[in-house]
């Protein structure tokens, strides 16, 4: 059974930094690629950032390219998003979730999905 946990979420002013964490269990952690999500209250959830099974390769989308960075870490099972020079449109719950199928920036690629963490940035 996959389980993803997401962590590290929180209030930050503009300009700030978080880095948050998805603990995976389940699987073999190192053979899937991995995305980051985010959704906004009356939004839909959009794509943040995707990275590979070794770590090798990221794509992330334009409002956050410079500014947040995917990594991994396949022996603690865990993959991050640091998140720097925040802006209040940044704010939404953030979610990690493993690839299944299809292209890596629509949601309905991923089958495994993170409760989700809220990041608030205050202006």
């Known amino acids: 059974q996959v389980q993803l946990v997401e962590s590290g979420g929180g209030l930050v002013q503009a300009g700030g930094s978080l880095r948050l964490s998805c603990a995976a269990s389940?699987?073999?952690?190192?053979?899937?690629?991995m995305g980051w999500f985010r959704q906004a209250p009356g939004k839909e959830r959009e794509f943040v950032a995707f990275?590979?099974?070794?770590?090798?390769?990221?794509y992330y989308a334009d409002s956050v390219k410079g500014r947040f960075t995917a990594s991994r870490d396949n022996a603690k099972n865990t993959v991050y998003l640091q998140m720097n020079s925040l802006k209040p449109e940044d704010t939404a719950v953030y979610y990690c979730?493993?690839?299944?199928?299809?292209?890596?920036?629509?949601?309905?690629?991923?089958?495994?999905w993170g409760q989700g963490t809220q990041v608030t940035v205050s202006s």
């Open positions: 389940g699987g073999t952690f190192s053979i899937y690629n």
């Open positions: 979730a493993r690839q299944g199928r299809g292209s890596y920036y629509r949601a309905e690629s991923y089958n495994y």
């Open positions: 990275i590979t099974g070794s770590g090798v390769s990221t």
